[in-house]
Structure formats: structure tokens, C-alpha cells
């Protein structure tokens, strides 16, 4: 079965830092990679997602994430955060072309300090 | 346009009481899960269900039960409710074609069992 690999469980950073956070999938074949934010006491929500093409994708406000397929990574980025990007973030797979099960990483709590 | 609603918010039960988790969807997606959410550990999936009638068991369906007589209704019921089944539930739903669709949750219960 395919798993989802979240390195860091807790990020603090302070306003105006960038941010990396890392994501690591084990399936071989076709994926489809997402990113969802939870802000405290909210739902997910979706950040950005990759099924085909550029493997630079972009998101709303201001994240961004880059699959390196021979990495087997799907690492989020933002150049600058911001107090209001305090959330858990979600790395989650849907592993082959047919399928409808989402895979999720255990979460990154990111807490940004202003 | 409501999306994914979930009742209740809250919820209380005593050990061995049983109680009906409700999520309906106004998208018309076919495709429907529950998740139970619990602290570092990601969201785990309980069962899905593909369309009206269908319904499938996820990673952790133990001590739950689904039914799907609609397409907009997905409710999950506790028979015999236990301390390990303290969590956050999601509801999510999804378009039912292409792996690539996003699922949108709902704003989840939180339930205890004392």
C-alpha cells in the first residue's frame, strides 16, 4: 500500500522567513499530489495540486510545491510567510490513474511568530 | 452553495451509546468518504462509497457502519461507542471521474466518549 511521508511534525518560523516543507510518497507508478492546509478548528482545504505537466505548480496565496518524480517528492514552498499561514498542512496521494483513495501524510504543524 | 455539511458539531456519548454521525453534499458528487482525524497521526480513512448504493470499507473501519441510499446523504453510525473512537470525523466528498478531482470537506464533528 502506498504511504505518505510528512518529514517534519512542528515548524516555527518567523514572519517574512521562507518556508520548505517536505513530502515524500512510495508508489511507482501514475500519482496525482496534494497539498491541504487546515487553520485551527477549520476543514481542509485544498492548496494546490498536481496530476500532469508542469511540475511546478502554484496555489493560492502564495504557495507553491515541486514534484520531482525521481525523488519521489512533492515539496510545498512559500518565499515569504505570514501570521495568517499558521495551519497543518497536509501532503496526501492518489496513487494510480483509476483510483479514488486519498493517502495522507501525518501533517506539519507550521506555527509563523510575528 | 452549502458544499459538504456535517452534523453535529459537537457530540458527547457515553461508552457503549450509539449515535449517527450526518454528512450531505449538494454538489451532486458521487464519490463520498469519512475520515477520522486524530492528533499526529493524520487523517485515516473509515469507508467510501463510489456512488448511491456502493459503499467500501477504508483503512480503519472497525466498530463503524456507512450507508448510502442517496447520493447526497453519507452517514456513519457508532453501534457501541468506545473511548478509541474519541476524534475529529470529516466528511469529504468529490467528482466521481478523474483521480485528479480534489475531495472538499466538510467542517468535521468532534466527538468524545467518556
Known amino acids: 500500500a502506498q504511504s505518505v511521508s510528512q518529514h517534519n511534525h512542528h515548524v516555527i518560523l518567523s514572519e517574512a522567513a521562507s518556508l520548505e516543507l517536505g513530502c515524500n510518497y512510495s508508489?511507482?507508478?501514475?500519482?496525482?499530489l496534494f497539498w491541504y492546509v487546515q487553520y485551527p478548528g477549520q476543514h481542509l482545504q485544498l492548496l494546490l495540486k498536481?496530476?500532469?505537466?508542469?511540475?511546478l505548480v502554484k496555489g493560492i496565496k502564495g504557495f507553491e510545491a515541486e514534484f520531482i518524480k525521481s525523488k519521489f517528492s512533492f515539496n510545498l514552498r512559500k518565499p515569504s510567510v505570514q501570521w495568517s499561514d499558521t495551519a497543518e498542512y497536509f501532503c496526501?496521494?492518489?496513487?494510480?490513474?483509476?483510483?479514488?483513495?486519498?493517502?495522507f501524510g501525518k501533517g506539519t504543524k507550521l506555527s509563523v511568530i510575528p | 452553495n452549502a458544499g459538504v455539511t456535517q452534523t453535529p458539531k459537537f457530540r458527547i456519548l457515553k461508552i457503549g451509546q450509539s449515535m449517527t454521525l450526518q454528512c450531505t453534499q449538494d454538489?451532486?458528487?458521487?464519490?463520498m468518504y469519512w475520515y477520522r482525524q486524530d492528533p499526529g497521526m493524520g487523517l485515516k480513512l473509515i469507508y467510501y462509497?463510489?456512488?448511491?448504493?456502493?459503499?467500501d470499507k477504508g483503512e480503519v473501519p472497525n466498530g463503524y457502519n456507512v450507508s448510502r441510499s442517496t447520493t447526497e446523504d453519507f452517514p456513519l453510525r457508532l453501534e457501541l461507542a468506545a473511548p478509541s473512537q474519541t476524534s475529529v470525523y470529516f466528511c469529504?466528498?468529490?467528482?466521481?471521474?478523474?483521480?485528479?478531482?480534489?475531495?472538499?470537506f466538510g467542517d468535521g464533528t468532534r466527538l468524545s466518549i467518556l
Open positions: 496526501a496521494v492518489v496513487a494510480g490513474a483509476g483510483s479514488y483513495q486519498l493517502t
Open positions: 469529504a466528498s468529490r467528482v466521481g471521474r478523474g483521480s485528479n478531482q480534489p475531495q472538499h
Open positions: 508508489y511507482g507508478g501514475t500519482v496525482n
Open positions: 462509497s463510489v456512488g448511491a448504493g456502493i459503499t
Open positions: 454538489m451532486n458528487h458521487n464519490y
Open positions: 498536481y496530476f500532469s505537466g508542469d511540475p
